[in-house]
């Protein structure tokens, strides 16, 4: 019986040998089935390990990296900014809210990092932000992702921000910013 750490450590010279091969035959399984053996080892180890690391399906559970808690409440907002050198503002409407940002939709292109003043309609409070993502949809409109500077939980006058859901360094910076 051959030794097994022999047959696992080089499967190709193992299988030449069974297959009674000599000479470059031979030499062009070892090499051969030692690449393919241990390719296929590789790709199954890193293929596992992905699968274990993005769980998938119904039962995967969602991790929540949010730093607020994200509520589908639609507000009105006047936006303010800057698009192609040029000023604009236009009425919008939220898709969802937090006390850290929200997510609009906008007819004018915007880029990320791009400053913007929103003004709540219900309130008449205005608030600056920053674009954080933007996405094109098939209709010709944007997508708006934003973010405030600081935590602003009271511009949309509603409950966005549980006391016990704010992260803790947010909370600290934002402590540390306006001392």
């Known amino acids: 019986m051959p030794e097994i750490a022999g047959v696992l450590l080089r499967p190709g010279p193992y299988i030449a040998n069974k297959l009674g091969l000599a000479g470059a035959g031979s030499i062009l399984l070892s090499v051969l089935g030692d690449g393919i053996v241990f390719g296929v080892a590789a790709f199954a180890l890193l293929r ?3 699968v274990r690391r993005k769980p998938r399906g119904s039962l995967a559970l969602h991790i929540e990296r949010r730093r607020a808690l994200r509520l589908p409440l639609k507000r009105t907002v006047f936006v303010y900014g800057w698009s192609s ?3 604009f503002s236009e009425n919008a409407e939220t898709l969802n809210v937090s006390a850290t940002g929200g997510l609009i939709e906008l007819s004018a292109k915007v880029i990320p990092a791009q400053k913007l003043i929103l003004i709540n309609a219900d309130s008449n409070e205005e608030m600056a932000c920053r674009v ?3 996405v094109c949809t ?3 409109k944007n997508i708006i992702g934003f973010e405030f500077p600081q935590i602003a939980s009271q511009f949309w006058q509603a409950q966005t921000q549980p006391p ?3 992260a803790p360094d947010l909370a600290r910076a934002s402590v540390q910013a306006s001392s």
């Open 164 to 166: 016990d859901q704010v």
């Open 132 to 134: 954080a993502r933007s």
């Open 138 to 140: 098939p209709e010709g």
């Open 48 to 50: 596992l390990r992905s």
């Open 85 to 87: 050198g040029e000023p």
